[in-house]
Structure formats: structure tokens, C-alpha cells
């Protein structure tokens, strides 16, 4: 997350990104889920993807209807006009709480009345001189709801949060192995986590007035671990067409896909994350050793070790290997205890 130390000058004030703007306009979408994302949580064979990456990526559904609405801006203000969607370094949540649209929540994410945690947020700069609205005051009051819903504790104190144990962004930004401590306590989430947005007692209203156009694509509701752990790069590309998953790239997203499988208790899994074993990407070699570490008898684990170290030069995938045999019990293979009373 070095980039935003490295523009914290630019973020400070609109004015550094564009010296000509006088005015903010910003703006949210709702995108509140039908049903409660946690459901996924319990499917062990399942992942769970991160509900606003379960529909198409929002950059282009909003990209296109915000122009419509600076250009109206524009023509009726006077001035010129910049549309903004995630693609500056603007500080969204505060400019939004100060124009009313919501209050930074204790997880950091904006809160509104209307529509609770779930909101896209997208800003319109302008040369024109506009009236300010009055800024949202702070509603959480003593509500711990979203910190304490945190699996890996990412929230050292209210409106705080620690990055480097944020699920959100070890499976989406982290490039290399995700932290072992924290591997266990992400469950199947495979791609972004919702937990603390879910929590949020805000969302009661969430439901209200939002866009069909955001529905999430079935295929992507809860889908099955084994299939996600079979796709090549092509394969991948052309499964998250037109979503936000498609960006996080082919092998940082099987590296989520191959700890879910060690997270799932299913021994079934277990050759999916065999086969990957000698994939081309060391993250996803190294995240195969732990999954099978989880899931396979110390014996035959250390089989597969004797068939794959030869060929293995990555130091991060051999800290695995060691790592993994050093962590499990030696309990003998199934059937291997009735072969020995013959």
C-alpha cells in the first residue's frame, strides 16, 4: 500500500490533483445484495466473492452515467467539468461525509441512512462555484457490529484499520504468499470480504432503490472451489469477463482458491491441489503445499515432497515444503494401520 504514502500531497486536497476546481460534486450507488453474503461462509466447497465483484465492474456500469450528469453540470453551472471513478488519488469517504452523503463507519467505509454500507462512490470536479450541502454527523454511537464481525482482527480501534490483516486486501493487492498466521482465518473467501460492510445495522435500508443492472452473475453467487482450481490464464480470463476479478490476474486468484481448498476440510480437494503443484507460478505452487498440508496424512505428504523437490528452485516454495512438514502430525495413511495388524 506504498502508493498512498507516496500521494498523500495529492490526496490532501482536490485542489493539488486539479488547481482549477472549485467545487466537489460527489455522488453514491447502491449496491446492497439481495440476501446476506456471509450465507457462502458455510459451503466449504464453495468460495465466496466479495459482492461488488459479483456483477459487472462498476467502473464502466457508472463511468458512462456519470459523464451524462457532469454534462448537465456543466452546461447549467458553467465551467469545466472532470468525472472521477477510482481513478484518482481523491479521498472519496471524506469528501462524501462532508457533502452529506454518509459518515466514515468504525470500518472505515462510508455509512448512509438510505443505504447503509453498500455504496459506490464517485466524484465530478468543477471550475463552477457550487453551494455546499451540510456535512452527515457520525451514527454508529456504541455499535461494535463491524469490528467485532472482523475474522482476522484487521481493526486495531475504531476507524482504524491494519491492511496487513484486511482479507480485502491480502487476496486482492497482496501479490505474494499471504501471511500462514492469517491463512486459516480467511475461511473461502477467495476474493475480498464483506464481513464487516454485512454487519452493519445501516443496511436495513440498503435495499432500496437498487440498480437491477448490479445483479450478481449466478455463476458467481458461491461457486465451486474444484472448478475455479482448474482455470488456466485463458480460462480465467474469459470466467471473469467484464467483472472486477479479472484484474487481481489468473494466479494471485488461484492462490486464493488453493487456501480456501486447505481451509475446507475436504480431502476430496486434495488432487486439485495436487495437480498444481508444478504450476508455472510460485505463488501458486507454494499455496498448493499448504492446502495439501491441511487436507493429506503427514506420509503422504511427505511422498509428494520426495516427487516434486527435485524439480523445485523457488526459496518461497521450499520454506513451504518445510514449513508444512514441519507442521503436521506423522499420522499414517488411510488403511495404513489395518495393513500392518494383517
Known sequence: MDWLAANADRRSDPRA????????????????????????????DRGTISVYARGRDYHELIRGRLKEIAGVLAREAGG????????????????????G????????????????????????LATAELPADAPERERCGSCRAC?????????PAPFQLDARRCISYLTIEHPGPIPAEIRPLLGNRIYGCDDCLAACPWNKFAQQGREAK????DELNAPRLAELARLDDAAFRAFFSGSPVKRVGRDRFVRNVLIAIGNS?????????????GD?????????????????????LAALRENHIGRETEP???????AALAQVPSRPAPGAAGAERR
Not at 460534486?25 to 450465507?39: F, H, I, K, S, V
Not at 448490479?214 to 452473475?217: E, G, I
Not at 498448493?288 to 498440508?293: D, I, K, N, P
Open 147 to 155: 469490528l467485532d464481525s472482523c475474522p482476522t482482527a484487521a481493526f
Open 17 to 44: 490533483l486539479w488547481p482549477e476546481c472549485r467545487s466537489v460534486l460527489m455522488l453514491g450507488l447502491n449496491y446492497g445484495p439481495e440476501t446476506d453474503p456471509r450465507a457462502s461462509l458455510g459451503l466449504p
Open 280 to 300: 508455472a507460478a510460485a505463488v501458486v505452487r507454494g499455496a498448493a503445499v499448504w492446502a495439501l498440508s491441511r487436507l493429506l496424512p503427514g506420509a503422504a
Open 265 to 277: 476440510g475436504l480431502p476430496a480437494l486434495a488432487p486439485e491441489a495436487e495437480r498444481l503443484l
Open 101 to 124: 452523503i454518509g459518515w466514515q463507519g468504525k470500518h472505515t467505509n462510508l455509512v448512509s441512512r438510505e443505504f447503509g454500507s453498500w455504496l459506490f462512490l464517485v466524484a465530478i
Open 316 to 322: 518461497s516454495v521450499l520454506a513451504e515444503w518445510d
Open 80 to 99: 469545466d467539468v472532470k468525472v472521477f471513478v477510482d481513478t484518482a488519488p481523491l479521498m472519496e469517504k471524506p469528501l462524501a461525509a462532508a457533502a
Open 214 to 217: 448490479l445483479a450478481a452473475r
